[in-house]
């Protein structure tokens, strides 16, 4: 049987010109994952990373912390099916649009004179409003840079195949990437249909936690999800 511990990038620069970037709160918060980790002889024959900065550098993290008290940890192997659904993106690119026709945006959309706590909070009301209607398919963003949802479900699909393909049994697998991600093989492993009820797991996952799955025999199984026993309140994060 086989161990694998997805785990959520540290804090990233919310709002900031750079959201893929691990805030302050951010590098402090994989340091204690990392310590936190290697203290409890948590070990990873293998590991996987997406190729976004928030991802890797949180790895980064954790591997010096590892490498600070002489533990060995396994080379990451980079997978593009790791990286988080294109949702934010969907929308910057929406909301000229969604701010002419939509009602509810047109109430809730922050003001360019608010200040950035009431405006974080009206931006992430808008958020779950656009993405509950994005991935199903009332809002279509035929753009280029946006990968559909429905193709964001097949590559994390793909992603955990190949993780399972490249993770030889009795192995602890560690899987460091985004919240939208775990949310999604969570439903793998949990078999949820509601595509809203995927959608919304992501805003319950928080910075570093750890999700932990067993594999045998073909099956995958959640033994916990969103885990932050590393983290004091103050350092609690979402976003």
């Given at each position: 049987?086989?161990?694998?511990?997805?785990?959520?990038?540290?804090?990233?620069?919310?709002?900031?010109?750079?959201?893929?970037?691990?805030?302050?709160?951010?590098?402090?918060?994989?340091?204690?994952?990392?310590?936190?980790?290697?203290?409890?002889?948590?070990?990873?024959?293998?590991?996987?990373?997406?190729?976004?900065?928030?991802?890797?550098?949180?790895?980064?993290?954790?591997?010096?912390?590892?490498?600070?008290?002489?533990?060995?940890?396994?080379?990451?192997?980079?997978?593009?099916?790791?990286?988080?659904?294109?949702?934010?993106?969907?929308?910057k690119l929406s909301y000229e649009k969604l701010l002419k026709e939509d009602k509810f945006v047109q109430?809730?959309?922050?003001?360019?004179?608010?200040?950035?706590?009431?405006?974080?909070?009206?931006?992430?009301?808008?958020?779950?409003?656009?993405?509950?209607?994005?991935?199903?398919?009332?809002?279509?963003?035929?753009?280029?840079?946006?990968?559909?949802?429905?193709?964001?479900?097949?590559?994390?699909?793909?992603?955990?195949?190949?993780?399972?393909?490249?993770?030889?049994?009795?192995?602890?697998?560690?899987?460091?990437?985004?919240?939208?991600?775990?949310?999604?093989?969570?439903?793998?492993?949990?078999?949820?249909?509601?595509?809203?009820?995927?959608?919304?797991?992501?805003?319950?996952?928080?910075?570093?936690?750890?999700?932990?799955?067993?594999?045998?025999?073909?099956?995958?199984?959640?033994?916990?999800?969103?885990?932050?026993?590393?983290?004091?309140?103050?350092?609690?994060?979402?976003?």
């Open positions: 049987m086989s161990q694998i511990y997805f785990i959520r990038h540290a804090q990233a620069s919310y709002m900031a010109a750079n959201y893929d970037k691990l805030s302050p709160k951010g590098e402090e918060q994989s340091a204690i994952l990392g310590n936190y980790l290697a203290e409890k002889n948590i070990r990873f024959d293998h590991t996987f990373v997406g190729t976004l900065s928030r991802q890797k550098k949180t790895l980064e993290i954790v591997s010096d912390c590892f490498k600070q008290q002489t533990i060995e940890i396994a080379s990451p192997n980079i997978l593009t099916s790791l990286n988080e659904h294109q949702g934010p993106r969907a929308m109430e809730n959309f922050p003001a360019a004179d608010e200040d950035m706590g009431r405006a974080k909070k009206k931006l992430m009301i808008v958020f779950k409003y656009f993405m509950e209607k994005w991935v199903n398919g009332e809002f279509v963003v035929d753009h280029p840079e946006v990968e559909p949802w429905d193709v964001f479900r097949k590559r994390v699909k793909e992603g955990l195949a190949t993780i399972l393909e490249k993770t030889p049994p009795k192995s602890t697998v560690g899987v460091f990437t985004s919240g939208g991600v775990i949310s999604a093989i969570t439903a793998e492993a949990l078999g949820l249909n509601s595509e809203s009820k995927v959608a919304d797991l992501n805003y319950a996952v928080r910075n570093t936690s750890v999700s932990k799955f067993l594999y045998s025999n073909g099956e995958l199984n959640m033994l916990s999800f969103n885990e932050v026993p590393h983290l004091e309140e103050g350092m609690i994060t979402f976003v």
